[in-house]
Protein backbone atom coordinates (compact mmCIF):
# COMPACT_ATOMS: atom_id res chain seq x y z
CA UNK A 1 0.00 0.00 0.00
CA UNK A 2 1.57 3.59 -1.30
CA UNK A 3 1.54 6.34 1.59
CA UNK A 4 0.63 10.18 0.94
CA UNK A 5 1.25 11.97 3.75
CA UNK A 6 1.50 9.11 5.75
CA UNK A 7 -2.18 8.05 4.45
CA UNK A 8 -3.37 5.81 2.63
CA UNK A 9 -4.89 6.92 -0.35
CA UNK A 10 -8.43 6.22 -1.82
CA UNK A 11 -7.87 4.72 -5.03
CA UNK A 12 -5.34 2.18 -3.20
CA UNK A 13 -8.18 2.23 0.05
CA UNK A 14 -10.89 0.77 -2.95
CA UNK A 15 -8.85 -1.73 -4.77
CA UNK A 16 -8.18 -3.32 -1.63
CA UNK A 17 -12.17 -3.41 -0.95
CA UNK A 18 -12.70 -4.91 -4.37
CA UNK A 19 -11.60 -8.07 -3.12
CA UNK A 20 -15.06 -7.49 -0.19
CA UNK A 21 -17.32 -6.45 -2.84
CA UNK A 22 -18.38 -10.17 -3.89
CA UNK A 23 -18.50 -10.85 -0.48
CA UNK A 24 -21.10 -8.38 0.99
CA UNK A 25 -22.98 -8.92 -2.08
CA UNK A 26 -23.40 -5.17 -2.29
CA UNK A 27 -24.83 -4.57 -6.02
CA UNK A 28 -22.16 -1.97 -7.96
CA UNK A 29 -22.31 0.91 -10.08
CA UNK A 30 -21.43 -0.86 -13.56
CA UNK A 31 -21.36 1.58 -16.51
CA UNK A 32 -23.92 0.87 -19.94
CA UNK A 33 -21.38 -1.34 -21.78
CA UNK A 34 -20.94 1.15 -25.20
CA UNK A 35 -20.41 4.10 -22.66
CA UNK A 36 -17.62 2.53 -20.84
CA UNK A 37 -15.89 1.31 -23.94
CA UNK A 38 -15.77 4.45 -25.04
CA UNK A 39 -14.54 6.12 -21.70
CA UNK A 40 -11.57 3.80 -22.49
CA UNK A 41 -11.17 4.70 -25.72
CA UNK A 42 -8.59 7.15 -26.92
CA UNK A 43 -9.91 8.55 -30.09
CA UNK A 44 -11.13 12.51 -29.87
CA UNK A 45 -14.92 13.44 -29.22
CA UNK A 46 -16.22 13.44 -32.54
CA UNK A 47 -19.43 15.24 -32.28
CA UNK A 48 -19.46 18.94 -34.22
CA UNK A 49 -22.52 21.26 -34.32
CA UNK A 50 -23.28 21.22 -37.90
CA UNK A 51 -21.82 25.17 -38.11
CA UNK A 52 -18.23 23.46 -36.85
CA UNK A 53 -18.40 25.00 -33.74
CA UNK A 54 -17.70 23.27 -30.59
CA UNK A 55 -20.60 21.29 -28.22
CA UNK A 56 -21.35 24.45 -25.85
CA UNK A 57 -22.23 23.25 -22.25
CA UNK A 58 -22.86 25.74 -19.62
CA UNK A 59 -22.63 24.20 -15.96
CA UNK A 60 -24.81 25.70 -13.52
CA UNK A 61 -24.07 24.94 -9.90
CA UNK A 62 -24.67 26.82 -6.27
CA UNK A 63 -23.81 25.56 -3.12
CA UNK A 64 -21.09 23.72 -1.48
CA UNK A 65 -21.76 19.94 -2.55
CA UNK A 66 -22.84 20.50 -5.81
CA UNK A 67 -19.37 22.88 -6.49
CA UNK A 68 -17.28 19.37 -4.88
CA UNK A 69 -19.14 17.06 -7.23
CA UNK A 70 -19.30 19.15 -10.52
CA UNK A 71 -15.87 20.14 -10.46
CA UNK A 72 -13.99 16.92 -11.72
CA UNK A 73 -16.74 17.52 -14.69
CA UNK A 74 -15.67 20.70 -15.31
CA UNK A 75 -11.89 19.79 -15.55
CA UNK A 76 -12.95 17.13 -17.75
CA UNK A 77 -15.20 19.26 -20.04
CA UNK A 78 -12.31 21.84 -19.98
CA UNK A 79 -10.07 19.05 -21.62
CA UNK A 80 -12.39 18.03 -24.05
CA UNK A 81 -11.11 19.65 -27.41
CA UNK A 82 -14.68 19.89 -28.79
CA UNK A 83 -15.95 21.23 -25.54
CA UNK A 84 -16.33 24.94 -25.41
CA UNK A 85 -17.32 24.79 -21.12
CA UNK A 86 -18.53 27.62 -19.25
CA UNK A 87 -19.39 28.33 -15.62
CA UNK A 88 -22.61 29.73 -14.06
CA UNK A 89 -22.70 29.55 -10.67
CA UNK A 90 -25.96 30.86 -8.36
CA UNK A 91 -24.33 31.79 -4.99
CA UNK A 92 -27.08 30.05 -3.56
CA UNK A 93 -23.94 29.66 -1.06
CA UNK A 94 -21.33 32.46 -0.72
CA UNK A 95 -18.41 31.73 1.59
CA UNK A 96 -18.93 27.89 1.37
CA UNK A 97 -18.76 28.25 -2.21
CA UNK A 98 -16.30 29.80 -2.97
CA UNK A 99 -14.11 27.80 -0.74
CA UNK A 100 -14.36 24.57 -3.18
CA UNK A 101 -14.36 27.26 -6.56
CA UNK A 102 -10.60 28.34 -4.86
CA UNK A 103 -9.11 24.92 -4.11
CA UNK A 104 -10.55 23.53 -7.97
CA UNK A 105 -9.64 26.96 -9.55
CA UNK A 106 -12.79 27.28 -11.36
CA UNK A 107 -13.91 30.95 -12.43
CA UNK A 108 -17.36 30.99 -12.64
CA UNK A 109 -18.08 33.08 -16.10
CA UNK A 110 -21.36 34.46 -14.64
CA UNK A 111 -21.92 34.72 -10.75
CA UNK A 112 -25.66 35.79 -9.82
CA UNK A 113 -24.57 36.23 -5.95
CA UNK A 114 -28.10 35.81 -4.89
CA UNK A 115 -27.36 34.20 -1.41
CA UNK A 116 -29.16 36.52 0.62
CA UNK A 117 -29.13 35.65 4.71
CA UNK A 118 -31.76 32.94 5.62
CA UNK A 119 -33.52 33.89 2.63
CA UNK A 120 -36.94 31.63 1.92
CA UNK A 121 -37.01 28.81 -0.79
CA UNK A 122 -39.33 30.81 -2.49
CA UNK A 123 -37.69 34.07 -2.98
CA UNK A 124 -34.45 31.78 -3.92
CA UNK A 125 -35.99 29.96 -6.85
CA UNK A 126 -37.96 33.01 -8.06
CA UNK A 127 -34.15 34.53 -8.29
CA UNK A 128 -32.73 31.79 -9.99
CA UNK A 129 -35.21 31.32 -12.60
CA UNK A 130 -35.46 35.05 -13.84
CA UNK A 131 -31.18 35.39 -13.64
CA UNK A 132 -31.07 32.60 -15.19
CA UNK A 133 -33.20 33.42 -18.58
CA UNK A 134 -30.64 36.28 -19.50
CA UNK A 135 -27.48 33.72 -19.35
CA UNK A 136 -29.04 31.42 -21.48
CA UNK A 137 -29.77 34.37 -24.00
CA UNK A 138 -25.65 35.02 -24.17
CA UNK A 139 -24.65 31.76 -23.34
CA UNK A 140 -26.55 29.99 -26.34
CA UNK A 141 -25.33 26.33 -24.58
CA UNK A 142 -26.19 23.59 -26.85
CA UNK A 143 -26.25 21.52 -23.11
CA UNK A 144 -27.12 22.70 -19.15
CA UNK A 145 -25.05 20.51 -16.36
CA UNK A 146 -27.23 20.52 -13.23
CA UNK A 147 -25.97 18.13 -10.15
CA UNK A 148 -28.12 16.71 -7.22
CA UNK A 149 -30.90 17.85 -5.47
CA UNK A 150 -30.74 21.45 -3.96
CA UNK A 151 -32.87 24.32 -5.36
CA UNK A 152 -30.55 25.67 -7.77
CA UNK A 153 -30.26 22.14 -9.35
CA UNK A 154 -34.19 22.00 -9.55
CA UNK A 155 -34.82 25.76 -10.70
CA UNK A 156 -31.73 26.12 -12.91
CA UNK A 157 -33.22 23.00 -15.16
CA UNK A 158 -36.76 24.18 -14.94
CA UNK A 159 -35.20 27.30 -16.33
CA UNK A 160 -33.27 25.68 -19.21
CA UNK A 161 -36.17 23.66 -20.07
CA UNK A 162 -38.46 27.03 -20.46
CA UNK A 163 -35.32 28.17 -22.65
CA UNK A 164 -35.64 24.90 -24.80
CA UNK A 165 -32.10 24.28 -23.50
CA UNK A 166 -31.21 20.39 -23.26
CA UNK A 167 -30.67 19.49 -19.57
CA UNK A 168 -27.80 16.37 -18.36
CA UNK A 169 -28.55 15.62 -14.85
CA UNK A 170 -25.66 14.55 -12.83
CA UNK A 171 -26.70 12.34 -9.70
CA UNK A 172 -30.11 11.30 -10.98
CA UNK A 173 -32.43 8.82 -9.83
CA UNK A 174 -31.60 8.98 -5.63
CA UNK A 175 -35.07 9.04 -4.03
CA UNK A 176 -35.63 8.18 -0.44
CA UNK A 177 -39.97 7.86 -1.69
CA UNK A 178 -40.98 10.50 0.99
CA UNK A 179 -42.07 13.99 0.20
CA UNK A 180 -40.42 15.53 3.44
CA UNK A 181 -37.37 14.01 4.03
CA UNK A 182 -35.33 15.35 2.39
CA UNK A 183 -37.19 18.18 1.95
CA UNK A 184 -37.63 20.01 0.11
CA UNK A 185 -34.15 17.93 -1.83
CA UNK A 186 -36.76 14.88 -2.70
CA UNK A 187 -39.01 16.94 -4.83
CA UNK A 188 -36.18 19.41 -6.03
CA UNK A 189 -34.29 16.11 -7.31
CA UNK A 190 -37.50 14.67 -9.43
CA UNK A 191 -38.07 17.76 -10.48
CA UNK A 192 -34.61 17.62 -12.51
CA UNK A 193 -35.73 14.56 -13.47
CA UNK A 194 -39.03 15.60 -14.99
CA UNK A 195 -37.36 17.86 -17.14
CA UNK A 196 -33.59 16.02 -17.69
CA UNK A 197 -33.00 15.15 -21.42
CA UNK A 198 -29.54 12.67 -19.96
CA UNK A 199 -29.64 11.48 -16.43
CA UNK A 200 -26.18 10.07 -14.98
CA UNK A 201 -27.36 8.10 -12.67
CA UNK A 202 -24.80 6.98 -9.75
CA UNK A 203 -25.91 3.45 -9.48
CA UNK A 204 -27.66 0.66 -10.82
CA UNK A 205 -30.09 1.57 -7.76
CA UNK A 206 -30.88 5.00 -9.43
CA UNK A 207 -31.18 3.85 -12.47
CA UNK A 208 -34.13 1.12 -11.61
CA UNK A 209 -35.60 4.20 -9.89
CA UNK A 210 -35.79 6.81 -13.13
CA UNK A 211 -36.99 3.74 -15.27
CA UNK A 212 -39.66 2.95 -12.87
CA UNK A 213 -40.92 6.33 -13.26
CA UNK A 214 -40.99 6.12 -17.51
CA UNK A 215 -37.74 7.48 -17.85
CA UNK A 216 -36.48 5.55 -21.19
CA UNK A 217 -33.48 3.47 -20.56
CA UNK A 218 -31.57 5.10 -23.42
CA UNK A 219 -31.66 8.07 -21.43
CA UNK A 220 -29.55 6.98 -18.65
CA UNK A 221 -26.07 6.80 -18.15
CA UNK A 222 -24.54 4.88 -14.79
CA UNK A 223 -21.76 6.72 -14.40
CA UNK A 224 -20.81 6.23 -10.84
CA UNK A 225 -20.51 9.36 -8.32
CA UNK A 226 -18.24 12.49 -9.07
CA UNK A 227 -17.84 12.77 -5.53
CA UNK A 228 -15.36 9.97 -6.25
CA UNK A 229 -13.74 11.57 -8.59
CA UNK A 230 -13.61 14.81 -6.49
CA UNK A 231 -11.46 12.73 -3.20
CA UNK A 232 -9.81 11.43 -6.20
CA UNK A 233 -8.55 14.78 -7.22
CA UNK A 234 -7.96 16.44 -3.91
CA UNK A 235 -6.27 13.62 -1.67
CA UNK A 236 -2.83 13.91 -3.33
CA UNK A 237 -2.52 17.56 -3.30
CA UNK A 238 -0.48 19.59 -0.48
CA UNK A 239 -2.72 20.85 1.80
CA UNK A 240 -2.29 23.27 4.94
CA UNK A 241 -3.19 21.39 8.44
CA UNK A 242 -3.54 24.95 10.83
CA UNK A 243 -7.72 24.24 10.15
CA UNK A 244 -6.88 21.44 11.94
CA UNK A 245 -5.35 22.73 14.85
CA UNK A 246 -8.10 22.90 17.46
CA UNK A 247 -8.85 18.74 16.45
CA UNK A 248 -6.08 17.59 16.77
CA UNK A 249 -3.66 19.60 19.14
CA UNK A 250 -2.26 17.51 21.59
CA UNK A 251 -4.23 14.73 20.83
CA UNK A 252 -3.13 11.31 21.69
CA UNK A 253 -4.29 8.85 18.82
CA UNK A 254 -3.89 6.04 21.63
CA UNK A 255 -6.17 7.53 23.95
CA UNK A 256 -8.29 10.05 22.07
CA UNK A 257 -10.56 9.15 18.99
CA UNK A 258 -11.85 12.03 16.78
CA UNK A 259 -15.77 11.82 16.14
CA UNK A 260 -16.63 14.30 13.40
CA UNK A 261 -20.13 16.00 13.27
CA UNK A 262 -21.83 17.57 10.45
CA UNK A 263 -25.69 18.42 10.29
CA UNK A 264 -27.39 21.00 8.55
CA UNK A 265 -30.89 19.42 6.83
CA UNK A 266 -34.13 21.29 7.10
CA UNK A 267 -35.71 18.47 8.81
CA UNK A 268 -33.73 19.12 11.54
CA UNK A 269 -34.40 22.61 12.03
CA UNK A 270 -35.76 23.25 16.09
CA UNK A 271 -36.09 20.04 17.81
CA UNK A 272 -34.30 17.69 15.70
CA UNK A 273 -31.04 19.53 15.88
CA UNK A 274 -31.84 20.10 19.79
CA UNK A 275 -31.79 16.63 20.07
CA UNK A 276 -28.63 15.78 18.36
CA UNK A 277 -26.54 18.48 20.83
CA UNK A 278 -27.96 16.67 23.69
CA UNK A 279 -26.84 13.49 22.42
CA UNK A 280 -23.48 14.76 22.16
CA UNK A 281 -23.99 16.84 25.23
CA UNK A 282 -23.97 13.34 26.80
CA UNK A 283 -21.73 11.51 24.74
CA UNK A 284 -19.09 13.87 25.43
CA UNK A 285 -19.60 13.72 29.49
CA UNK A 286 -19.17 10.26 29.38
CA UNK A 287 -16.33 9.37 27.75
CA UNK A 288 -14.21 12.67 29.33
CA UNK A 289 -10.71 12.83 27.29
CA UNK A 290 -11.74 9.11 25.14
CA UNK A 291 -13.13 11.38 22.51
CA UNK A 292 -12.93 14.92 21.00
CA UNK A 293 -16.20 15.48 18.81
CA UNK A 294 -14.94 18.46 16.07
CA UNK A 295 -18.17 19.69 15.00
CA UNK A 296 -17.92 22.36 11.90
CA UNK A 297 -20.53 24.24 11.89
CA UNK A 298 -22.85 25.03 8.46
CA UNK A 299 -23.45 28.37 7.82
CA UNK A 300 -27.23 28.00 7.67
CA UNK A 301 -28.08 30.20 11.67
CA UNK A 302 -30.93 27.60 11.87
CA UNK A 303 -28.57 25.51 12.91
CA UNK A 304 -25.57 27.30 14.07
CA UNK A 305 -27.55 29.91 16.51
CA UNK A 306 -28.70 26.43 18.81
CA UNK A 307 -25.61 23.97 17.63
CA UNK A 308 -23.06 27.31 19.27
CA UNK A 309 -26.39 28.29 22.15
CA UNK A 310 -26.04 24.30 23.56
CA UNK A 311 -22.38 23.02 22.75
CA UNK A 312 -20.16 26.47 22.76
CA UNK A 313 -18.81 25.44 26.42
CA UNK A 314 -18.15 21.66 26.43
CA UNK A 315 -14.12 21.12 26.45
CA UNK A 316 -14.22 18.08 24.36
CA UNK A 317 -16.88 19.37 21.94
CA UNK A 318 -14.57 21.69 19.56
CA UNK A 319 -17.34 24.10 17.23
CA UNK A 320 -15.65 25.21 14.07
CA UNK A 321 -16.73 27.51 10.99
CA UNK A 322 -16.82 25.58 8.01
CA UNK A 323 -13.92 23.58 7.02
CA UNK A 324 -12.62 23.83 3.53
CA UNK A 325 -12.77 20.60 1.84
CA UNK A 326 -9.00 19.26 1.82
CA UNK A 327 -8.51 19.74 5.62
CA UNK A 328 -12.03 18.04 6.23
CA UNK A 329 -10.97 15.11 3.77
CA UNK A 330 -7.87 14.83 5.74
CA UNK A 331 -10.01 14.59 9.24
CA UNK A 332 -12.10 12.35 8.14
CA UNK A 333 -9.31 10.04 7.21
CA UNK A 334 -7.89 10.68 10.97
CA UNK A 335 -11.20 9.89 12.64
CA UNK A 336 -12.93 6.86 14.38
CA UNK A 337 -16.51 8.19 12.93
CA UNK A 338 -18.54 10.31 11.26
CA UNK A 339 -21.81 11.86 12.82
CA UNK A 340 -23.83 13.91 9.63
CA UNK A 341 -26.94 14.18 8.42
CA UNK A 342 -24.85 14.96 4.76
CA UNK A 343 -25.74 13.25 1.31
CA UNK A 344 -21.98 13.73 -0.07
CA UNK A 345 -20.67 12.74 3.91
CA UNK A 346 -22.71 9.26 3.27
CA UNK A 347 -21.08 8.77 0.39
CA UNK A 348 -17.12 9.89 1.20
CA UNK A 349 -16.97 7.51 4.43
CA UNK A 350 -17.30 4.58 2.68
CA UNK A 351 -14.71 5.34 0.41
CA UNK A 352 -12.56 6.40 3.30
CA UNK A 353 -13.39 3.63 5.21
CA UNK A 354 -15.04 5.55 8.22
CA UNK A 355 -17.93 4.43 9.70
CA UNK A 356 -20.89 6.57 9.35
CA UNK A 357 -24.12 6.97 11.80
CA UNK A 358 -26.71 9.61 9.51
CA UNK A 359 -28.50 11.46 12.03
CA UNK A 360 -31.76 10.86 9.59
CA UNK A 361 -35.11 8.77 9.36
CA UNK A 362 -34.62 8.27 5.99
CA UNK A 363 -32.01 8.12 3.44
CA UNK A 364 -31.92 8.28 -0.30
CA UNK A 365 -28.63 6.80 -0.59
CA UNK A 366 -29.83 2.80 0.59
CA UNK A 367 -26.58 1.47 -1.18
CA UNK A 368 -23.90 2.27 1.97
CA UNK A 369 -26.60 0.84 4.31
CA UNK A 370 -26.47 -2.06 2.66
CA UNK A 371 -22.81 -2.40 2.49
CA UNK A 372 -22.50 -1.97 6.45
CA UNK A 373 -20.54 1.56 6.52
CA UNK A 374 -23.79 4.26 7.13
CA UNK A 375 -26.51 2.86 9.89
CA UNK A 376 -29.76 5.39 10.44
CA UNK A 377 -29.80 6.21 13.58
CA UNK A 378 -32.41 9.39 13.46
CA UNK A 379 -32.21 12.01 15.94
CA UNK A 380 -33.83 10.54 18.92
CA UNK A 381 -30.70 11.09 21.88
CA UNK A 382 -31.11 7.87 23.47
CA UNK A 383 -30.46 6.02 20.34
CA UNK A 384 -27.61 8.15 19.04
CA UNK A 385 -25.84 7.65 22.57
CA UNK A 386 -26.25 4.12 22.33
CA UNK A 387 -25.28 3.59 18.65
CA UNK A 388 -22.21 5.82 18.80
CA UNK A 389 -21.25 3.85 22.13
CA UNK A 390 -21.52 0.41 20.92
CA UNK A 391 -18.88 1.85 18.33
CA UNK A 392 -16.68 3.38 20.77
CA UNK A 393 -17.04 0.35 23.38
CA UNK A 394 -16.96 -2.83 20.46
CA UNK A 395 -13.93 -2.46 18.61
CA UNK A 396 -15.00 -5.78 16.18
CA UNK A 397 -18.61 -3.78 15.64
CA UNK A 398 -16.29 -0.36 14.86
CA UNK A 399 -13.82 -2.51 12.62
CA UNK A 400 -16.81 -4.66 10.75
CA UNK A 401 -18.34 -0.89 9.37
CA UNK A 402 -14.97 0.39 8.30
CA UNK A 403 -14.05 -2.54 5.96
CA UNK A 404 -17.43 -3.13 4.09
CA UNK A 405 -17.41 -2.03 0.29
CA UNK A 406 -17.73 1.19 -1.39
CA UNK A 407 -20.48 1.07 -3.65
CA UNK A 408 -20.33 4.81 -5.19
CA UNK A 409 -17.79 4.65 -8.31
CA UNK A 410 -14.65 4.17 -9.61
CA UNK A 411 -13.27 8.10 -9.53
CA UNK A 412 -13.85 7.89 -13.58
CA UNK A 413 -17.69 9.14 -13.64
CA UNK A 414 -16.85 12.58 -14.80
CA UNK A 415 -14.93 10.96 -17.77
CA UNK A 416 -18.19 8.98 -18.41
CA UNK A 417 -20.68 11.92 -18.26
CA UNK A 418 -18.36 14.19 -20.37
CA UNK A 419 -18.42 11.43 -23.50
CA UNK A 420 -21.87 10.25 -23.26
CA UNK A 421 -22.61 14.54 -23.87
CA UNK A 422 -19.89 14.00 -26.29
CA UNK A 423 -21.97 10.91 -28.08
CA UNK A 424 -25.35 12.67 -27.75
CA UNK A 425 -25.84 13.50 -31.51
CA UNK A 426 -29.20 14.46 -31.54
CA UNK A 427 -31.69 16.07 -29.00
CA UNK A 428 -33.60 13.44 -27.18
CA UNK A 429 -36.36 15.51 -26.39
CA UNK A 430 -39.07 13.44 -27.50
CA UNK A 431 -38.12 10.01 -26.95
CA UNK A 432 -40.47 7.37 -28.19
CA UNK A 433 -43.45 6.33 -26.33
CA UNK A 434 -43.06 3.00 -23.87
CA UNK A 435 -44.89 -0.09 -25.36
CA UNK A 436 -47.17 -1.20 -22.55
CA UNK A 437 -49.14 -4.15 -24.41
CA UNK A 438 -51.18 -4.50 -21.14
CA UNK A 439 -52.89 -1.18 -21.09
CA UNK A 440 -53.72 -1.48 -25.19
CA UNK A 441 -57.40 -1.50 -25.15
CA UNK A 442 -58.34 -1.19 -22.06
CA UNK A 443 -61.80 0.80 -21.05
CA UNK A 444 -61.94 2.11 -17.87
C1 LIG B 1 -28.50 23.93 0.80
C2 LIG B 1 -29.37 22.96 0.00
C3 LIG B 1 -29.22 21.56 0.51
C4 LIG B 1 -27.77 21.16 0.59
C5 LIG B 1 -27.00 22.18 1.39
C6 LIG B 1 -25.55 21.86 1.37
C7 LIG B 1 -31.52 23.72 -0.89
C8 LIG B 1 -32.94 24.00 -0.59
N1 LIG B 1 -30.77 23.33 0.15
O1 LIG B 1 -29.01 23.97 2.11
O2 LIG B 1 -29.90 20.67 -0.34
O3 LIG B 1 -27.69 19.90 1.23
O4 LIG B 1 -27.18 23.47 0.81
O5 LIG B 1 -24.85 22.55 2.35
O6 LIG B 1 -31.09 23.87 -1.99
N2 LIG B 1 -25.32 30.57 4.48
C9 LIG B 1 -24.27 31.45 4.63
N3 LIG B 1 -23.14 31.26 3.90
C10 LIG B 1 -22.98 30.22 3.03
C11 LIG B 1 -24.04 29.31 2.90
C12 LIG B 1 -25.21 29.50 3.61
O7 LIG B 1 -24.36 32.40 5.41
O8 LIG B 1 -21.92 30.13 2.39
C13 LIG B 1 -26.57 30.78 5.25
C14 LIG B 1 -27.41 31.95 4.70
O9 LIG B 1 -28.06 32.57 5.73
C15 LIG B 1 -28.41 31.19 3.81
C16 LIG B 1 -28.69 29.99 4.69
O10 LIG B 1 -27.40 29.61 5.19
O11 LIG B 1 -29.58 31.94 3.53
C17 LIG B 1 -29.35 28.83 4.01
O12 LIG B 1 -28.73 28.52 2.78
P1 LIG B 1 -29.54 27.62 1.71
O13 LIG B 1 -28.68 27.43 0.53
O14 LIG B 1 -30.92 28.15 1.52
O15 LIG B 1 -29.77 26.26 2.46
P2 LIG B 1 -28.79 25.22 3.07
O16 LIG B 1 -29.37 24.84 4.39
O17 LIG B 1 -27.41 25.72 3.00
N1 LIG C 1 -17.75 19.49 3.62
C1 LIG C 1 -16.72 20.41 3.67
N2 LIG C 1 -16.53 21.13 4.82
C2 LIG C 1 -17.32 20.97 5.91
C3 LIG C 1 -18.39 20.04 5.85
C4 LIG C 1 -18.58 19.32 4.69
O1 LIG C 1 -15.97 20.57 2.69
O2 LIG C 1 -17.10 21.66 6.92
C5 LIG C 1 -17.95 18.72 2.38
C6 LIG C 1 -18.18 17.24 2.57
O3 LIG C 1 -16.95 16.54 2.62
C7 LIG C 1 -18.99 16.86 1.35
C8 LIG C 1 -19.81 18.12 1.12
O4 LIG C 1 -19.15 19.17 1.81
O5 LIG C 1 -18.19 16.66 0.22
C9 LIG C 1 -21.19 17.90 1.65
O6 LIG C 1 -21.82 19.11 1.77
P1 LIG C 1 -23.12 19.26 2.69
O7 LIG C 1 -23.08 18.29 3.79
O8 LIG C 1 -23.19 20.70 3.04
O9 LIG C 1 -24.30 18.97 1.67
P2 LIG C 1 -25.07 17.63 1.22
O10 LIG C 1 -24.06 16.68 0.69
O11 LIG C 1 -25.81 17.12 2.39
O12 LIG C 1 -26.00 18.11 0.17
Known amino acids: MRLVNGEETVCEKRSENRGRKARTGVEQTSPSPALDEAVQSSEPCIVRRPDGQKLRVLSVFGTRPEAIKMAPVITELQRTPEVESRVCVTAQHREMLDQVLELFDIRPDYDLDLMRKNQSLSQLSARVLTMLEPIFGEARPDWILVQGDTTTAALAALAAFYGRVKIGHIEAGLRSHNKWGPYPEEINRRVA ?4 DLHFAPTESARRNLLVEGIHGSQIFVTGNTIIDALRLVQLRAWDPSPLRDAIQGLDPQRTKIIIVTAHRRENFGEPIIQICEALRRLANQYGDRV ?4 PVHRNPNISDP ?7 IPNIILSDPLEYLPLVHLMKRSYLVLTDSGGIQEEAPALGIPAL ?12 ASGNVRLVGTDPNRIVEEVSRLLDNRSEHKRMAQAANPYGDGHAAKRIVRALCMEKAPKTAPAPHQCPDLVGRVN
Open 358 to 369: VLRDVTERPEAV
Open 292 to 295: RFFY
Open 307 to 313: VHRLLSR
Open 193 to 196: GVVA
